[in-house]
């Protein structure tokens, strides 16, 4: 069975920093393309950041210049190094991936139950 989990969310002050970080485990044969999304209390869920399988990214005009995605393809992992944030920053982020599982000849979506970033003095 296929999952995403994430971790490194937490605590911090404005101007701060955090990195997350999405595992992808299973029974995978590829990932498409992975990325970080996040839902504030009362919001919608909204892209931060995606990066292609042809390493491709994408940024939230909000979070463009603070934060940076990557992704380890060997080891099916993608980070998020967020940089100067500020409390509008706060929500659950989650990470998201399009995977084609072993048992599947088409690509799924998949969403990990998220981390929460809180962002506050």
């Known amino acids: 069975q296929v999952q995403l989990v994430e971790s490194g969310g937490g605590l911090v002050q404005p101007g701060g920093s955090l990195m997350l970080s999405c595992a992808a485990s299973?029974?995978?044969?590829?990932?498409?393309?992975m990325g970080w999304y996040r839902q504030a209390p009362g919001k919608e869920r909204d892209l931060v950041a995606r990066?292609?399988?042809?390493?491709?990214?994408v940024y939230a005009d909000s979070v463009k210049g603070r934060f940076t995605i990557s992704r380890d393809m060997a080891n099916n992992m993608l980070y998020l190094q967020m940089n100067a944030l500020k409390p509008e920053d706060t929500a659950v982020y989650h990470c998201?991936?399009?995977?084609?599982?072993?048992?599947?000849?088409?690509?799924?979506?998949?969403w990990g139950k998220g981390t929460l970033v809180t962002v506050s003095s």
């Open positions: 299973g029974a995978i044969y590829s990932i498409t393309h």
């Open positions: 990066v292609t399988q042809s390493g491709d990214t």
């Open positions: 998201n991936a399009l995977i084609t599982p072993r048992t599947a000849d088409w690509g799924i979506n998949y």
